[in-house]
């Protein structure tokens, strides 16, 4: 069963409860709200994803809900919890799926150390993979965001998870998070894309969600074999560019944007190593996202020198 | 890892690996600490002119750049890394200084 299948009421019902149970390949995510723009906002973004019977095992146990006091009134806060223990700072009301998203990522980040876990946007074409690991504001959402509106599949826009036993690596095909001028550029390029009303005033500026394409969401337990690290620059005016990027440079990127690469110790140096290995390592700027889109396709076909 | 941060881990009884590229005059290097913590970084050594005269590999040249390095400037009387360099500029073993 999937969420499109139950009626906003069950939907409702079952996150007030705290009985709807999201399944995140490979993990499952239980979630309880009381807030009504989250249950929304779950419904639309999460469309695709299979649920799980309330009985059944969750990874994660997770509540986004209301702050109680007076000031509810005037200035509603929300406060994230995991495993029924306040986690964070509270928020306002308004970044409450926001802060469901990033409260998620750091359920995974910091404990599914079965796999080494980089802060990176992962995408597929014909069972290869681009990694794209860079700091906020380099414009890896932004480009993430295109090309899996133009053929790429969605493994991740913010955690890639490499499994170190078989090279492959794997993501869970959930809403990409788009912040401020981004949010402007894919709604042009992409008008028939959903996403969430921009929220204005977070730590990150106006934040708005996308919905993960349904394809990409269907065929999310499918890790691919990394092929490409794109190590992407938006620059003003630029041309769409790459150039070969050193591995040594590379390897230290991965591990500074990796959030279990210190707990694996020497596992976790070796698998960056065989990472690197088994890549081309690249540096991408760009300023148009058309040029980008012919750029990948170019990469994905073998014709870039 | 700075080569003095490398060069003080041999010394001090650590196990080192180094990861290198072929054609590439960069490594990276992993030191076997007992605690969570350990340094990570590039080595910056040009290692092409090496390869060529001495038949070498690359991890080859670095090993022997560490251990040469330390080997001459045990721990408790370890000299600034540029003295160091200097030396093994003075025996061939790298071109230019580390960045």
Known sequence: ?305 | MTLQSACWSLNSGHEITIKTWDQQDEAVAYVHTTGRTHLLSILHITLFYLLKSKNMTTLDVIQDLLQETASTYPEDVYNPVETALSQLQEIGLIKKQPI
């Open chain 1, 1 to 305: 069963m999937k969420i499109s299948d139950l009626s906003s009421a069950e939907i409702r019902s079952l996150l007030g409860n705290g009985e709807l149970l999201i399944h995140i390949q490979p993990f499952v995510v239980r979630i309880k709200t009381d807030i009504p723009s989250l249950v929304q906002d779950i419904a639309s973004m999460y469309v695709h994803f299979d649920v799980v019977p309330p009985h059944r095992f969750a990874d994660f146990h997770v509540e986004v809900s209301r702050e109680r006091g007076l000031r509810r009134w005037f200035s509603p806060l929300a406060r994230f919890y995991f495993d029924g223990r306040p986690s964070f700072i509270p928020l306002p009301v308004h970044q409450a799926f926001a802060m469901l998203e990033w409260g998620v990522n750091w359920c995974v980040a910091a404990h599914a150390h079965q796999y080494l876990i980089l802060h990176a946007a992962v995408i597929e074409r014909g069972g290869r993979a681009v990694i794209l690991p860079a700091p906020p504001g380099s414009g890896k959402s932004t480009l993430c965001a295109a090309l899996i509106t133009c053929g790429w599949r969605l493994l991740s826009d913010e955690l890639g998870m490499y499994d170190i036993q078989s090279s492959r690596i794997y993501g869970m095909a959930r809403p990409l998070n788009l912040k401020n001028r981004s949010i402007e550029i894919i709604r042009d390029f992409a008008p028939q894309a959903t996403m969430t009303a921009p929220v204005p005033d977070t730590t990150k500026g106006t934040v708005c969600l996308m919905r993960p394409p349904d394809d990409s969401v269907r065929r999310k337990s499918e890790p691919a074999n990394p092929a490409w690290i794109v190590l992407p620059r938006y620059v003003p005016n630029a041309s769409a560019a790459l150039a070969h990027h050193s591995s040594a440079k590379t390897f230290m990127l991965l591990a500074e944007q990796s959030f279990n690469y210190e707990v694996h110790g020497a596992q976790g140096f070796n698998a960056i190593g065989d990472l690197v290995d088994q890549c081309e390592c690249y540096q991408f700027t760009y300023s148009r996202i058309e040029d980008a889109i012919a750029v990948f396709d170019e990469l994905s076909l073998g014709e870039s020198s």
